[in-house]
């Protein structure tokens, strides 16, 4: 299973998440993955790594992110102060843009 997944989720977006251990974390999309369906945001199921001594580092145990499935997050939409849906509405100018498909609200600028 290699497939793509089709995501509207970008990165810096803010997103909640909806399901799994972090259910109701919020956090900003540092990076999309979308062939392996996940996407890594910031200070969300963070893992603990344990790191050995080297030149630039003591070692120890550090916190990292872990990528998370995509379909445990959704975009946060900060009218509805929820996650949501989004859909895809073109401008006149025929540039594309996201909107919340729950209060229509165009969440690109
Ligand atoms: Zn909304």
């Given at each position: 299973m290699s497939a793509m997944t089709k995501t509207r989720i970008h990165r810096d977006d803010e997103i909640v998440v909806?399901?799994?251990?972090?259910?109701?974390a919020r956090g900003k999309v540092i990076r999309t993955l979308p062939a392996n369906g996940k996407v890594l945001v910031a200070k969300v199921n963070m893992v603990k790594r344990h790191t050995r001594p080297s030149q630039s580092s003591k070692g120890g145990i550090i916190e990292k992110e872990a990528p998370i499935a995509l379909s445990n997050v959704q975009y946060y939409c900060p009218s509805c102060k929820a996650g949501v849906r989004l859909g895809v509405k073109a401008l006149e100018d025929g540039r594309k843009v996201r909107t919340c498909k729950k209060c229509g609200e165009v969440l690109d600028r």
């Open positions: 909806v399901a799994g251990r972090d259910k109701g």
